[in-house]
């Protein structure tokens, strides 16, 4: 199976930063569409970021913004999320996702990691 392992999550203060990573094993073929969502407690997943095959080119959402740098190494299908000037609101589950096409919704994904925690504290 295509497995998506996440880590590097952890408590850090509001202004903090912290770098997640994703590394993707199992029966891959071509190198996938990656991204990272999150979710907050009690709320629903939310884009983040994503990066083509290539990493020709990059995506995030407006709250993370000039915050955060989506990268990946396909020698060894690895995708990392760097995270600077970290806020309480980005206290949530972070979870890597693979699939075919670039999206911002969880639909377009077909893999996913199981998620790890990162709390902000005030």
């Known amino acids: 199976q295509v497995q998506l392992v996440e880590s590097g999550g952890g408590l850090v203060q509001a202004g903090g930063s912290l770098t997640l990573s994703c590394t993707v094993s199992?029966?891959?073929?071509?190198?996938?569409?990656m991204a990272w969502f999150r979710q907050p407690p009690a709320k629903d997943r939310d884009f983040v970021a994503a990066?083509?095959?290539?990493?020709?080119?990059?995506y995030y959402a407006d709250s993370v913004k000039d915050r955060v740098t989506i990268s990946r190494d396909n020698g060894v299908n690895t995708v990392s999320l760097q995270m600077n000037r970290l806020k309480p609101d980005d206290t949530a589950v972070y979870y890597c996702?693979?699939?075919?096409?670039?999206?911002?919704?969880?639909?377009?994904?077909?893999?996913w990691g199981q998620g790890t925690q990162v709390t902000v504290a005030s």
């Open positions: 996702a693979a699939g075919e096409c670039y999206g911002r919704t969880p639909a377009e994904y077909t893999y």
């Open positions: 199992g029966r891959t073929g071509s190198p996938y569409v």
């Open positions: 990066i083509s095959r290539s990493s020709a080119r990059t």
